[in-house]
């Protein structure tokens, strides 16, 4: 046999074998967010807590022998570049469902995507009522509301003696939504903010915010607003002099946040939506952390453990939705979850309520972690 002939041999061979191979089919899963920007620590952060269950769920094989493939567009927390990221995932990119948007107006620019092609939208990123009620047929949400929280936050301050309280808010749907918790918690006590102090979300202005907070007096601040912003306006109260108590709700629950605040982190309370990160009494904490160790990570964050609990409702949804998924099946199969039991937490939807779990706690920062 010439060398020729021998090359064109195996070359027949090696065809062969690829059209003797069955195809490694995916399913297709779309996530816009700001994977760069303000809140980038902790959107990182909830990506590889979700990817701890679909890097377990590919390793089995996959979903009825599909493997998930998550694309992932980064939206630089900006909420045109969201509705346009969406867009793209849905028309473009065919993907089945979208996972875990950050942001609540950028989550709602996303909408009238979902919408129009029958898209699920699982797991958002946010707490804004919103996206609850009236309820959104194609978003279903894993994590609590953010007035919720709020109100967890103002009924901890006033409970423990602080009447003086003031409240930073984003002037946006989020910041909005939150301060409208926040208030629920004062007129149930009674009680008014010592100050309501309004913050751009792109350039809060501390020079005015911060003279605001101890004009008023403050004994604390319940601090409504995202990643680097929050950051910055801790460290500014505190380099103007107020020891007021800082409290901020559980979108800024991230290691990144923490690192970010540096020494200022000593104190702030964080509200969280989902049981310690630490808390191995509830079955899915034990789990992730077991799968985190497996991948080297000493460590969880309670963002982590938010995206951890979103893809495992994802992964469920495609099981139920059967082989070969269409996006009205993974939106049926939603619809029909009924306490499911993701570990410890149960969370069941129905065609007319979407709100998943509702769990709220309050956690302090001290040596680096978060404490309960």
Known sequence: MTKKHGR???????????????????????????????V?????????????????????????????????????????????????LIEDRKVLALFMSRGTPHSQAIIPWLDKHGVALIGPSTG??????????????????????????????LTIGMVRIAVVHVTDSFGADALEGAMTGFGKAKAQPAATVPADRDKPDYAAIVPAIVQAKAQAVLWIGSGSAVVEGIKALRAAGSAAQVVTLSNNASSGFIK?????????????????????????????????KAKGQNELSPAA???????????????????????????????????YDLGGLEISYTPQDHSGIDFADLSIISEGRFKR
């Open 305 to 339: 453990l938010e995206g951890f609990a979103s893809a495992k409702v994802l992964v469920e949804a495609l099981r139920r939705a059967g082989p070969k998924p269409t996006r009205a099946r993974v939106v049926a199969a939603l619809d029909g979850l009924r306490d």
């Open 260 to 292: 970010q605040l540096g020494e200022a982190s000593r104190g702030v309370v964080v509200t969280q939506v989902f049981p310690s990160e630490r808390s191995i009494s509830y079955p899915m904490v034990k789990e992730a952390i077991a799968l985190a």
């Open 40 to 88: 980038a620590a902790s959107v990182n952060e909830t990506i590889g807590g979700a990817q701890l269950v679909i890097d377990a769920a590919n390793a089995q094989g996959g979903v009825h022998g599909e493997k998930i493939e998550v694309i992932r567009l980064d939206d630089g927390f900006d909420v045109k570049r969201a509705g346009e990221n969406g867009r793209a």
């Open 128 to 157: 804004a009522m919103v996206l609850h009620k009236p309820v959104q047929r194609n978003v279903f949400n894993v994590r609590a509301t953010y007035q919720r929280e709020a109100e967890k936050a103002v009924q901890h301050l």
């Open 8 to 38: 064109l041999r195996a070359a027949l061979i090696a065809l062969g074998a690829l059209v003797l191979l069955p195809a490694q089919a995916q399913i297709l899963i779309g996530q816009t967010a700001g994977m760069t920007g303000p």
